[in-house]
């Protein structure tokens, strides 16, 4: 497939009220199925048509999720801190730290079941979605139940080992068990939200993330204070909004896909996929696991950083936690460019049109560059003013909050560095569209473990704490000079998930073959398929 060639394609029926059906196009089928660049209601072929406005239009809802999913994060943050104090902040920091741990163990799995999704949905194999959705759905709810649990057991013994501060300490025990008991809901959600994605659809996940926000942001303050008829939870309370909204937005999403007869729901004899298939497994979880690492490694390396906040006391770790919020609104843009490129980059692997592939490189880094540039000139025109959402302008007795001006001094230390970082997503995008995982690790590994902590824990007795902010900037360069080298000269195009065995006799004529309806089953398994060297 390592070519330029195109085929015809042809869409799903528009009609959103029954089954969709895919029709063989005229011609020898280049894919199992007779068809490529598959369009479901609410999706996109990602696979034809202009590349930027395509690109911008798909990026635009993964924005706004991205957006949405940090409004909660700063709706919540913003009630604790104005409802309850630096401290609680502090508590809320170290679990989420360990909450984005958690759900970057999982995050390779959904990132390589969308590039699954997207290279099927690309080839035309409608079976085959199928099948890596039923394997998919049995693995996300083995492992979310198990972690769900075992987090819960341990969550005392892991804040101890993060060093937490201990008036932070009881607060931090009791939100985190109650995002633990949260996971199995959130990683069902985003694993539906990527596949969705992968099979051309961004704004049904937008949708229902946005009624999860604002179903959080509703219950925020009345969980805390126990307005109404609720009861008062203090800080557990911002954890537990979070669970309702998200657990009643993931049943409303089923029920939606299932209405509009989504080629990735299971029904009747389907059902049956929802026993793994080893064929599908094993790139789910080894082509996972690299991805998994890498979200690992991050979460790590950021559970390490505050580690070595927390060892500055309570102030400098509410300013560091204030900081990041900034930081993570600097980092949306790209990370939304980055998925889109990624879905939009495997329908094209899939496909087998790598002159598009590269054009959508270059769109998506141009993009990139632009948009989180002028982000990073608003936040520094602005000062301070971003970080009074975040933070208490005063403490408790009145003073002005030394919070603040510190947490401004890591922001302009730091954001510049996201510009360069963030141009890189959109190669990281096409490579991991591909299912080549290990380099991408590797240069993690390096710019995280060898570069970023290393040289914050060894420079903080000659530097202090401002050895910790710099160690950012210098992690991340790295990170985008090796991604950029990697893009250029690996090997990354010869990379395949899954291969399909050549097209039987019975397909020989495209032109004489029945439409491919979304239910089908042309063969008992997928032995044919083989995992990618």
């Known amino acids: 497939m390592d070519g330029e060639a195109r085929s015809p394609r042809s869409g799903f029926g528009a009609d959103p009220t029954g089954p969709a059906v895919a029709v063989a196009p005229p011609g020898p089928p280049s894919a199992p199925g007779g068809f490529r660049g598959m369009r479901g209601p609410g999706g996109r072929n990602l696979t034809e048509g202009p590349i930027t406005s395509t690109l911008i239009m798909f990026s635009l809802p993964m924005l706004g999720g991205n957006i949405l999913q940090q409004l909660n ?14 401290t609680d902040i502090t508590a809320i920091g170290n679990a989420n730290s360990i909450m984005m741990l958690m759900m970057g163990a999982v995050f390779g799995a959904t990132m390589a079941a969308n590039i699954l999704i997207a290279q099927q949905v690309g080839a035309g194999d409608i079976t085959l ?82 009624l999860a926000v604002v179903l959080d942001i509703i219950l925020n303050p009345l969980l805390i204070a126990g307005i109404g008829p609720f ?10 909004s979070t669970l309702i909204g998200q657990s009643i937005a993931l049943v409303l999403l089923l029920i939606t896909l299932y209405r509009r007869h989504s080629v990735l729901m299971l029904k009747g004899r389907e059902l049956r996929y929802l026993w793994p298939s080893m064929e599908i497994l094993r790139p789910l979880i080894f082509r996972g696991i690299p991805m998994s690492l890498q979200m690992f490694i991050m979460s790590a390396a950021g559970m390490v950083m505050i580690t070595f906040v927390n060892g500055f006391g ?19 843009p790209g990370m939304a460019v980055g998925a889109s490129v990624s879905s939009m980059a495997g329908q ?10 590269e054009r959508i490189a270059v769109i998506g880094l141009a993009l990139s560059i632009a948009v989180t540039g002028s982000i990073a000139v608003i936040i520094y025109l602005l000062g301070p003013l971003p970080l009074y ?9 009145g003073s002005i909050s030394p919070t603040i001006p510190l947490a401004l001094h890591i922001d302009r230390t730091v954001l510049w560095a996201f510009v360069i970082f963030n141009a890189t997503f959109a190669l990281s995008g096409i490579v991991r569209a591909t299912g080549a995982v290990w380099p991408p690790l590797i240069i993690l590994t390096v710019s995280m473990l060898l570069i970023r902590v290393p040289f914050a824990y060894f420079m903080i007795p000659r530097f202090g704490m401002d050895a910790i902010w710099w160690s950012f900037p210098l992690g991340t360069i790295t990170s985008s000079v090796l991604t950029a080298l990697y893009y250029r000269y690996g090997n990354w195009r010869k990379v395949r998930m899954l291969h399909h065995a050549p097209p039987g006799p019975d397909s020989a004529d495209g032109a004489q073959a029945p439409p491919a309806v979304e239910a089908a089953d042309p063969d008992p398994g997928i032995g044919d398929e083989i995992l990618a060297s």
Do not use: C
């Open 73 to 86: 994060a700063t709706a919540n943050q913003f009630w604790v801190a104005h409802m309850l104090g630096a």
């Open 129 to 210: 979605v199928k099948r890596i959705m039923g394997t998919a759905v049995f693995f996300f709810l083995v492992i979310s139940i198990t972690l769900s649990l075992t987090g819960g057991i341990f969550a005392p013994h892991i804040l101890s080992a993060m060093r937490t501060p201990p008036a932070a300490r009881a607060e931090a025990i009791v939100y985190l068990r109650v995002v633990f008991a949260a996971m199995p809901f959130m990683y069902f959600f985003q694993f539906l939200q990527m596949a969705q994605r992968g099979a051309g659809d961004s704004r049904t996940p937008f949708y229902f993330m946005g």
């Open 231 to 240: 009861p008062k939870m203090g800080v557990a309370g911002s954890a537990t």
């Open 314 to 332: 309570a102030v400098t770790s509410a300013a560091y936690v204030g900081a990041l919020q900034v930081w993570n609104y600097i980092q949306m």
């Open 348 to 357: 094209n692997v899939g496909a087998g049109q790598w002159a598009r592939v």
């Open 389 to 397: 959402i975040f933070l208490p302008a005063t403490t408790p007795s």
